[in-house]
């Protein structure tokens, strides 16, 4: 942040009395910006055996697969989220989505929260969002062709786990941190 959203002057970047961390901070009408992480809900959609993926029709990782997920919205449930991206990328419904991971990204400020769930009929059909929509066994994962590590992460989980019913042990949650640049 650079300009002030309340005043569209120049931001400064310091720590606010009382605070301990750096903010951007606006010395014209003495707004302080707090820019918290991203909450990502996505949603690992099933029927007879097999996982709906999407295959992205945007930036970034255009034409890389995913399962279906997007930033929360406001004013709905992580639940409700997870469904609505999973109708949006996929036109599918998706019945009881249940917390299935929670998957900090720290570097890049997000949070991922997965549901799991299962699909009303079966049905899916491409979003504007999606080039192509497809349910693949776990055995036909495109694994070198998955848009991003949080969904490699819960798609190999899926696969370790062989679908069992996680209900008992809880989610996986799982800190994905990029690997660090090997020394020139
Ligand atoms: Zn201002």
């Not at 970047?13 to 961390?21: A, H």
């Not at 003495?30 to 992205?56: D, F, M, S």
């Not at 997965?114 to 349910?135: F, M, Q």
Request: hydrophobic share 35%; charged share 20%.
């Amino acid at each position: 942040m650079n300009y002030c959203s309340q005043c569209a002057q120049a931001v400064d970047f310091r720590i606010p009395e009382g605070d301990t961390l750096p903010r951007h901070i606006c010395d014209h009408c003495g707004t302080i910006h707090y820019i918290n992480p991203k909450i990502i809900v996505g949603c690992l959609a099933e029927w007879e055996g097999q996982v709906l993926i999407c295959k992205r029709a945007i930036e970034p990782r255009h034409g890389l697969w995913t399962l279906p997920a997007g930033f929360m919205e406001r004013e709905e449930t992580a639940a409700e989220g997870a469904a609505r991206e999973t109708m949006e990328e996929a036109q599918a419904t998706v019945r009881d989505p249940s917390l299935y991971a929670v998957l900090d990204v720290p570097q890049i400020s997000q949070l991922y929260l997965i549901y799991r769930g299962t699909l009303v009929d079966g049905a899916h059909h491409p979003g504007p969002e999606s080039l192509e929509t497809k349910l693949v066994h776990p055995a036909d994962i495109p694994w070198e062709s998955l848009a991003f590590p949080t969904m490699q992460v819960t798609l190999q989980h899926y696969v370790d786990t062989a679908g069992a019913d996680l209900t008992s042990t809880g989610p996986l949650t799982k800190t994905i941190r990029r690997p660090a640049r090997k020394p020139r």
